[in-house]
């Protein structure tokens, strides 16, 4: 009888360990992007797939990153560069770029409802495309920094049937 229970225990232990190895193979990774400009990397801000379609939680997200820094120290690009987006570890098919223009409080001062910049064409992971300067920015010169437009770039992808955003803050300038 102490043969059967010994042997019990230890069948018991073995498939509760078997068990666990399993379910350690099948964790769920969160999204990760690599967004780059001129082989420099931008910081992505990630809001993964809840409470990324709300102006509030995104103007929350810039708010909770800028804490202690100031805008002016936001990576510049100028206008027609070229900006990389490169998913680490997903695969979708399409990218949508949404353009928002930010005070230096965090708070999206630009039109929220704007059509994005649809990306389709992504090859090894990789997708480009060109920083546009947008036709109305003369609208918000009393919100620019030393001459240069604060810019939040929401970058929205479906993966697995959920929609996720990222996001990066930069610095606009005319060449």
Not at 110 to 124: A, C, F, M
């Amino acid at each position: 009888m102490k043969k059967f229970k010994n042997s019990f225990i230890m069948i018991s232990l073995l498939l509760i360990l078997l068990v666990l190895a399993s379910c350690q193979n099948r964790m769920i990774q969160e999204p990760a992007i690599k967004i780059s400009y001129d082989s420099k990397e931008l910081k992505p801000i990630y809001y993964g797939n809840r409470n990324n379609k709300d102006e509030e939680d995104i103007e929350e997200s810039i708010k909770s990153v800028m804490v202690g820094k100031r805008f002016i120290d936001l990576p510049t690009i100028y206008f027609g560069e070229k900006i990389e987006i490169e998913a680490i570890n997903f695969k979708t098919n399409e990218f949508e770029i949404y353009d928002y223009i930010v005070d230096e409080s965090g708070n999206i001062v630009s039109d929220y409802d704007i059509n994005p910049l649809i990306l389709t064409s992504v090859e090894d992971r990789n997708t480009e495309f060109i920083f546009e300067k947008s036709e109305d920015l003369e609208r918000y010169y009393d919100y620019m920094v030393e001459g240069k437009s604060i810019h939040c770039l929401l970058i929205r992808s479906k993966i697995n049937k959920s929609s996720f955003a990222f996001a990066t803050l930069v610095l606009g300038q005319s060449k």
